[in-house]
């Protein structure tokens, strides 16, 4: 079965650096998402991608945060200058239609020191 | 705005026990439902959802949920459980025009031999 696959499984960045997330959705899907889940706590929205723009954001993605679609393939989540509060979890999802499930990667652990 | 509540944190079964996972939710229109289960380190996994029709419905691994308008729940049962099961499980929220899932604070599923 198709998947959504993330790298890095794991990313050690210092406070104050870029960072840049990376998720390869399912080839035919069209709608594409990041959540993150900071340990303990909810899995939270950030930003939905369709037809090459952002069609929805919360409040959690500021100016601090970028999405892009470089290529027919990769979907990747960039965190201008991280904070330590930018430890979490982060989830790439992708869906074929609007009332299709969501499709989640296995997630990229963000540790910012 | 929407919300999910899954009011147990933690919940301790014995292998071939039955389980109900409970969810609630708040919604001002009918509601696209989903459970999601997460195995330490892993993603998000789709067990089932409820879009419309039937509101019993049935998912993978011998899960299944039933709707209730009236009560604002979606509880996740199976009347057996296996050690395999042990994990977290999401209640999430969303519906056609925001694509934006909201997810419920999970519930840890822990099985006894």
């Known amino acids: 079965e198709p998947e959504v696959t993330q790298t890095p499984s794991h990313q050690v960045t210092q406070m104050g650096q870029e960072v840049i997330l990376r998720c390869v959705p399912i080839?035919?899907?069209?709608?594409f998402y990041w959540y993150r889940q900071i340990l303990g706590q909810k899995v939270e929205f950030l930003v939905s991608?369709?037809?090459?723009?952002?069609?929805?954001k919360s409040e959690i993605f500021d100016d601090q945060f970028s999405v892009e679609r470089p290529d027919g393939s990769n979907f990747t989540l960039k965190i201008r200058s991280t904070k330590l509060e930018d430890s979490a979890m982060y989830f790439c999802?992708?869906?074929?239609?609007?009332?299709?499930?969501?499709?989640f990667g296995n997630g990229t652990r963000l540790t910012v020191t | 705005a929407q919300s999910v509540t899954q009011p147990d944190i933690h919940i301790t079964v014995s292998e071939g026990a039955s389980l109900e996972l409970r969810c609630n939710y708040s919604?001002?229109?009918?509601?696209?439902l989903f459970w999601y289960v997460q195995s330490p380190g892993q993603g998000l996994q789709l067990l089932l959802k409820?879009?419309?029709?039937?509101?019993l419905v049935q998912g993978i691994k011998g899960f299944e949920a039933e709707f209730k308008r009236s009560q604002s729940s979606f509880n996740l049962r199976k009347p057996s459980v296996h050690w395999s099961d042990a994990a977290e499980y999401f209640c999430?929220?969303?519906?056609?025009?925001?694509?934006?899932?909201?997810f419920g604070s999970g519930t840890r599923l822990q099985v006894q031999p």
């Open positions: 999430a929220v969303g519906d056609t025009g925001r694509r934006a899932l909201t």
């Open positions: 409820y879009f419309s029709g039937d509101t």
């Open positions: 080839s035919n899907h069209l709608y």
């Open positions: 999802a992708s869906t074929g239609t609007a009332n299709s499930p969501l499709h």
């Open positions: 991608f369709y037809n090459n723009e952002i069609s929805e």
């Open positions: 919604y001002g229109a009918t509601p696209y």
